[in-house]
């Protein structure tokens, strides 16, 4: 554990919570005594940064905004300090078509759901599932485009969604990376969902690009996260911890893993008995 923490971040959905749910009464003490010790808090999600990533703290009644937002898995960051947000460029449309066509053998015998997220793209293929859940939770509809490249490739985006099955996650990843490594990269999220975006731009980066801006030591950062997307974000920061319930290869590269699982409130445990307690803050 680092000495001092100055910076905490931290995944959402199966870190701090399940999708949709609140907060656990340890993550939210947890909250509490960073800060009342000046610690800034920030969350970090593959999530689009919009105005229900920016109610999020509101949504788990706080009364308090977040110090800053890291979304799209590090392709954009805001925090309360500056006026402005940074933002990685759209994936042009006519990448987004290469990239579909070539797996659209394996989209179409499989039925894999995909959709497209940032620009204002709500475009998708093989709604069922995941999409109608998530379409449920965010009170919106995705526009239905199966089969249809064209109009699915006609707004630029920022990422593409493939929910399928583990076995088939793992055909995409491979044709992906055999004949796009130089340019785009898989990142996966849960079991069976693969997220494809530029190179360069992940969560590590995120965290880094807003410590530089405001002058703070990235390696006084704490983060939490239990997913492949969520490894550079570990690996960046000073003291890297994945969830219980988290992936094995997130594990492996994290610096510690804690004792109880994100529905116990692992973060907050995590930090009150191994942060707090020890600095007397209890």
Same mark, same amino acid.
């Given at each position: 554990?680092?000495? #001092?923490?100055? =910076?905490?971040?931290?995944?959402? @959905?199966?870190?701090?919570?399940?999708?949709?749910?609140?907060?656990?009464?340890?993550?939210?003490?947890?909250?509490?005594?960073?800060?009342?010790?000046?610690?800034? /808090?920030?969350?970090?999600?593959?999530?689009?940064?919009?105005?229900?990533?920016?109610? *999020?703290?509101?949504?788990? #009644?706080?009364?308090? *905004?977040? @110090?800053?937002?890291?979304?799209?898995?590090?392709?954009?960051?805001?925090?309360?300090?500056?006026?402005?947000?940074?933002?990685?460029?759209?994936?042009?449309?006519?990448?987004?078509?290469?990239?579909?066509?070539? /797996?659209?053998? =394996?989209?179409? *015998?499989?039925? =894999?759901?995909?959709?497209?997220?940032?620009?204002? !793209?709500?475009?998708?293929?093989?709604?069922?599932?995941?999409?109608?859940?998530?379409?449920?939770?965010?009170?919106?509809?995705?526009?239905?485009?199966?089969?249809?490249?064209?109009?699915?490739?006609?707004?630029?985006?920022?990422?593409?969604?493939?929910?399928?099955?583990?076995?088939?996650?793992? &055909? &995409?990843?491979?044709?992906?990376?055999?004949?796009?490594?130089?340019?785009?990269?898989? &990142?996966?999220?849960?079991?069976?969902?693969?997220?494809?975006?530029?190179?360069? &731009?992940?969560?590590?980066?995120?965290?880094?690009?807003?410590?530089?801006? !405001?002058?703070? @030591?990235?390696?006084?950062?704490?983060?939490?996260?239990?997913?492949?997307?969520?490894?550079?974000?570990?690996?960046?920061?000073?003291?890297? =911890?994945? /969830?219980? !319930?988290?992936? @094995?290869?997130?594990?492996?590269?994290?610096?510690?893993?804690?004792?109880?699982?994100?529905?116990?409130?692992?973060?907050? *445990?995590?930090?009150?008995?191994?942060?707090?307690?020890?600095?007397?803050?209890?």
């Amino acid at each position: 554990m680092i000495e #001092n923490i100055k =910076v905490f971040a931290a995944d959402i @959905d199966m870190t701090l919570s399940a999708k949709g749910d609140p907060l656990s009464e340890a993550n939210v003490e947890a909250f509490r005594i960073m800060r009342e010790h000046g610690i800034l /808090l920030g969350l970090a999600t593959g999530r689009e940064m919009n105005q229900r990533l920016f109610n *999020q703290a509101k949504e788990w #009644n706080l009364d308090y *905004q977040f @110090d800053f937002l890291i979304g799209m898995n590090g392709g954009q960051v805001w925090d309360r300090f500056h006026e402005d947000r940074w933002e990685m460029e759209l994936m042009k449309q006519e990448a987004m078509m290469e990239i579909l066509t070539y /797996l659209k053998p =394996v989209i179409d *015998q499989y039925e =894999v759901s995909v959709n497209a997220e940032g620009g204002g !793209n709500n475009y998708a293929m093989n709604i069922k599932n995941e999409l109608i859940q998530s379409m449920i939770r965010r009170g919106f509809r995705f526009d239905d485009c199966t089969g249809d490249l064209e109009t699915f490739c006609s707004k630029p985006c920022f990422k593409m969604l493939f929910r399928t099955t583990a076995d088939v996650e793992m &055909i &995409i990843r491979k044709m992906v990376a055999e004949k796009f490594a130089d340019r785009f990269q898989c &990142i996966g999220t849960f079991p069976g969902t693969v997220e494809v975006m530029e190179k360069g &731009i992940d969560k590590g980066s995120g965290l880094k690009r807003f410590c530089d801006r !405001n002058g703070l @030591d990235i390696k006084e950062s704490i983060a939490f996260g239990d997913n492949e997307n969520d490894n550079s974000l570990l690996i960046a920061s000073g003291w890297g =911890v994945c /969830l219980k !319930n988290g992936s @094995d290869g997130t594990k492996a590269i994290a610096d510690d893993i804690t004792e109880l699982e994100c529905l116990e409130g692992g973060v907050g *445990q995590y930090l009150i008995d191994h942060y707090f307690k020890p600095k007397g803050w209890m």
